[in-house]
């Protein structure tokens, strides 16, 4: 079976503008979690989304969006970037009956 | 509430010599426990998972884990490092509602020749 795959997998945004990054699971997967990487606060759980519906929220503000489609794939958004937000993101997806989560790549945003 | 936290940021070993990562760890129910692996500019790979059907648990690469419920721990080995083994390591504990995985700081292991 194909990975998690995420795209793309390098970003360059100004402050203030807008980001859409896509997630697509491993077949089969109905559930995808995003998560974010910095240095400093290393890895946090943004949300996780089953079948089309956010079940699980972290403690991210309202700029930190998601949605997913009837596919399982996903796609988060973060409006009014802030340089904090420059980070690695990665999704997750994890099959029925289990909790482990297999990742993607991640997508690498820089925020200038 | 769940925590992990690992007990050594920066471990560096030779090669061909034992590997052991710390990890304890601490929850109000019976969790899942992992372990994830972090190569440079790369995604993470789960190396290995206990859930509670054996204490000691074989993963990929020669690593193993062992839960040792009285002391709260879940430490990571492997008898004989190798050059490709460089890398951060994850220890990490499932949420409650099986989702939102919690993830210690992380150490870093190098390996030396």
């Known amino acids: 079976k194909a990975g998690v795959t995420q795209t793309p997998r390098y970003l360059i945004k100004t402050r203030g503008q807008q980001v859409t990054l896509s997630c697509s699971p491993i077949s089969g997967h109905r559930s995808v979690s995003w998560y974010q990487q910095t240095p400093g606060q290393g890895l946090q759980f943004l949300f996780e989304?089953?079948?089309?519906?956010?079940?699980n929220k972290g403690n991210f503000p309202g700029r930190f969006s998601g949605r997913q489609f009837s596919n399982s794939r996903s796609e988060m958004n973060v409006s009014t970037l802030e340089l904090g937000d420059s980070a690695l993101y990665l999704c997750a997806s994890t099959g029925e009956g289990t909790d482990t989560q297999y990742f993607g790549p991640g997508t690498r945003l820089t925020v200038l | 509430a769940q925590s992990v936290t690992q007990l050594d940021s920066h471990v560096s070993v030779s090669e061909g010599t034992p590997v052991l990562l710390r990890c304890n760890y601490s929850?109000?129910?019976?969790?899942?426990l992992f372990w994830y692996v972090q190569h440079p500019n790369k995604g993470l790979q789960l190396l290995l998972k206990y859930t509670s059907a054996a204490t000691l648990v074989k993963g990929i690469n020669g690593f193993e884990a062992e839960f040792k419920k009285s002391e709260t721990s879940f430490h990571l080995t492997k008898p004989s490092a190798h050059m490709s083994d460089a890398a951060e390591y994850f220890c990490?504990?499932?949420?409650?509602?099986?989702?939102?995985?919690?993830f210690g700081k992380g150490t870093t292991l190098s390996v030396s020749s």
């Open positions: 989304y089953f079948s089309e519906t956010q079940r």
């Open positions: 929850s109000s129910y019976s969790p899942s």
């Open positions: 990490v504990v499932s949420g409650q509602a099986g989702t939102a995985l919690i």
